[in-house]
């Protein structure tokens, strides 16, 4: 797709959004979880765990997207990772503490939201394209 301006960039104007890309690729907010009883936080999650998310999500099994959507939960929500919530939680699989914690309705809800909040909620879409 071409750029609609024509607008020559300058080294200035490139350098100018590196601050732009940082806060987007750094960017968190809190997400109430009910059955939890709190927030948790939520970050922006690394390009790559997206890309594998939607490559799971292919299949369009029900089975197959609680699986990506498992995967992205807990690679977005640095608590979750905690490998002292593991041990009490008796999870060998890491992301299975995903499953522990958060009801189905819960996991589907938050899927969706981490997908949006990223910005990759249309990203196949435009792939497809």
Not at 97 to 124: C, T
Request: aromatic share 8%.
């Amino acid at each position: 797709m071409a750029n609609k301006r024509n607008t020559k960039l300058v080294l200035a104007d490139l350098i100018a959004k590196k601050l732009d890309k940082e806060n987007k690729r750094n960017k968190t907010e809190e997400y109430n979880i009910e059955s939890l009883g709190g927030a948790v936080i939520i970050k922006v999650p690394e390009e790559g765990v997206l890309l594998k998310a939607i490559d799971m999500l292919k299949d369009e099994s029900i089975t197959g997207v609680m699986e990506a959507y498992v995967y992205l939960i807990y690679n977005s929500i640095d608590l979750f990772q905690n490998t002292e919530l593991h041990k009490e939680y008796e999870v060998q699989v890491p992301t299975d503490i995903v499953y522990k914690l958060l009801e189905l309705s819960e996991r589907l809800r938050l899927g969706n939201y981490i997908f949006e909040f990223s910005g990759a909620n249309n990203i196949e879409e435009n792939v497809k394209n």
